[in-house]
DNA sequence: GCCGTTTTCGGCCCGACTGTTTTCAGTCG
């Protein structure tokens, strides 16, 4: 069974867990925690490498000693510095590190004065007012473990971005007329365009005097006031959401929205780069000597660093750093350099829309051009057009096309199913009529890697221009095929495929680490909205915020091409 | 446990809020 990078990177943050309710150094433990978000986040499988004898890539934060557990990890499936913690320390105990306000500290006293080694230990001992009583703890806090252990089943799972946007806006809204504020903006994982948002980060400038939080958690959407203070507050709206508020004075506002805006990582960098310059960052400002000298904008922070202002949606601690100072960071993609959709459905099979109100949508859109890409016949549910059908959709688009008026260029197309063993669901010939080939997997995501991979590159053997969705995955829902992605992408290029970034909020797939890569392999992303309706092509925006993620600029896409150059790119087929 | 154009030893980001420990530790982001 194959070792995932997820796993060795969950072993890592047990043993971390463990270490911490062993008061271990502080440093140590940082250590295994930032390892593991670093091979959670690698995009080549280490157990692989390891099972081939190769080497393992040099990583951040990752030494010799972490090298040697991965690699134990990789071949026993364990590791023994876990096994002799988990000795020492219940794992269940670990668990309860994840209940909002106890820590190593109030874990580690649970666990020696009460003997509590799990949630239902604690909740009883809870209600029989035992933890009260224990030092570092008090009535609010017993309460306050009890609601959480309640609730504790709805794990607080992240969700994806789109879906929180409403809440959103409509916070920012009121903000914005709330007496005293000048300035709002989202911090946090929601302004670098994650896929997905924990809770929302938002930053406020107003003026001295003014009780910004007190308006905050006044707002009719907000549940239950967790924390509120002078200049933070922090709330659960009624959706489940949780929103952080931050209020900074004006002239501290960029500092602050570096600082809120992350990721912790590349925060971490910037402030030791001003160290070594004998500054100092916090969230109000850069300091020489305790005097203020910048902090008013993102920009006169970077400034200081010598570095141009970093995209939000680069700061993860990729490389973007070094990118900035030796002047090298992507001009990324912009909304304006998208020129098509390559990937839409229509009434024809499960789509809402007309050809001709997709096409009036993609042209109110700024589009040049759009291509019909109804589902195949195997797709039945989704009412696939067999043969007939399909000619008959093929003659209305020359007819909608020659009457005119549409705004867009059609191009005639099929989202083909890629069946089990890789052959595609219609033939050579009708492949052959087509102006684009869209080729996607509907089902059997869970074959072995092996034979995933092997279906993949046997449809990329055909006349396939787009990949569709190559991972298969759902935000929350489905996880992605085990596939070779190095092997996929090596192939894409040769035969001239390119990749999807399928913009449906819920699918976001290539993700932006897989973006990156097929950038650096040389092949073309595709960023298409897959829309079935006309309102689903503003979906796209999506997509670019994703493909700027991914490092993505104009020349890495597809349909940024012009029309003349996308048909000479379909033609190689 | 990692890391190094001042370092192979001695550092490792920084501040707000809460509850309770009557002066601050623990937790969180």
Redesign the pocket.
């Known amino acids: 069974m194959p070792l995932y990078n997820v796993r060795i990177s969950q072993v890592f943050e047990e043993i971390a867990d463990l270490l911490d309710i062993e008061e271990a150094?502080p440093?140590?433990i940082?250590?295994?925690r930032?390892?593991a978000r670093t091979l959670s986040e690698y995009h080549q499988e280490l157990a692989a490498l390891v099972a081939q004898g190769q080497p393992l890539p040099k990583?951040?934060?990752?030494?010799?000693?972490?090298?040697t557990k991965i690699v134990e990890i990789a071949q026993t499936g364990s590791c023994a510095?876990l096994d002799r913690l988990r000795g020492e320390v219940p794992p269940a105990v670990a668990y309860l590190?994840s209940?909002?306000?106890?820590?190593?500290?109030?874990?580690r006293t649970l666990y020696h004065e009460l003997a509590i080694t799990s949630p239902s230990h604690l909740q009883h001992a809870a209600e029989q007012g035992l933890v009260?009583r224990l030092?570092?703890?008090?009535?609010?806090?017993?309460q306050?473990l009890l609601q959480a252990l309640a609730k504790h089943l709805d794990t607080q799972a992240r969700l994806p971005r789109a879906s929180v946007r409403p809440s959103v806006e409509k916070l920012l809204d009121y903000l914005l007329r709330v007496p005293g504020v000048r300035q709002v903006e989202v911090a946090?994982s929601y302004r670098r365009r994650r896929d997905t948002v924990g809770?929302i980060?938002i930053l406020v400038a107003a003026a001295p005097g003014y009780d910004v939080?007190f308006a905050f958690t006044a707002h009719e959407d907000v549940d239950e006031v967790l924390?509120?203070?002078?200049?933070?507050?922090?709330v659960r709206l009624r959706n489940g959401l949780?929103v952080?508020l931050r209020v900074v004075r004006p002239e501290s506002f960029g500092a602050a929205l570096l600082y809120?805006t992350g990721s912790?990582a590349h925060?971490?960098a910037l402030?030791?780069m001003?160290?070594?310059r004998g500054l100092?960052?916090?969230?109000?400002g850069v300091y020489r000597d305790g005097q203020r000298i910048a902090g008013d904008s993102e920009s006169s922070v970077y400034a200081l660093l010598q570095m141009p202002v970093i995209p939000p949606e680069l700061r993860e601690m990729r490389g973007e750093i070094e990118a900035a100072r030796h002047g090298s960071l992507p001009t990324l993609l912009t909304w304006q350099d998208l020129r098509g959709d390559l990937h839409t459905h229509t009434a024809a099979s499960d789509g809402q829309s007309s050809i001709k109100d997709m096409a009036l949508a993609a042209h109110a859109l700024g589009l040049e051009y759009l291509a019909i890409t109804d589902h195949s016949p195997q797709q039945r549910l989704a009412r696939g057009l067999n043969e007939e059908r399909l000619l008959a959709q093929l003659d209305e688009i020359d007819r909608l096309q020659s009457a005119g008026g549409l705004g867009v260029t059609l191009l005639k197309g099929m989202e083909v199913d890629i069946l089990e063993d890789g052959r595609l669901d219609l033939s050579a010939a009708l492949l052959d009529r087509l102006d684009i080939v869209v080729a996607a997997m509907h089902d059997h995501f869970s074959l072995s890697r092996a034979r995933q991979t092997s279906r993949l590159l046997r449809a990329l053997d055909q006349r396939v221009h787009i990949l569709a969705h190559p991972t298969g995955r759902l935000i929350g829902r489905r996880a992605p095929i085990a596939v070779d992605f190095a092997l996929v992408l090596h192939r894409a290029r040769e035969v001239g495929c390119a990749l999807e970034l399928d913009a449906q909020p819920l699918r976001l797939d290539l993700d932006d680490l897989h973006c990156r890569e097929a950038k650096e392999a040389g092949v073309l992303i595709s960023i298409n909205s897959d829309a079935h309706s006309a309102a689903d092509l503003r979906n796209l925006r999506y997509g670019v915020e994703q493909a700027r993620r991914g490092w993505l600029e104009r020349q890495d896409v597809l349909n940024s091409r012009t029309l003349a150059q996308l048909k000479a790119f379909l033609k190689r087929r």
């Open positions: 150094n440093f140590r940082r250590a295994y930032n390892a990583l951040p934060g990752i030494g010799a000693d972490l090298g510095l590190l209940l909002p306000g106890l820590g190593p500290k109030r874990v009260r030092p570092g703890f008090g009535p609010k806090l017993e306050q946090g809770d980060d939080p924390a509120q203070g002078t200049t933070k507050a922090s949780q952080d809120f912790k925060n971490i402030r030791l001003a160290r070594e100092k960052i916090n969230e109000y």
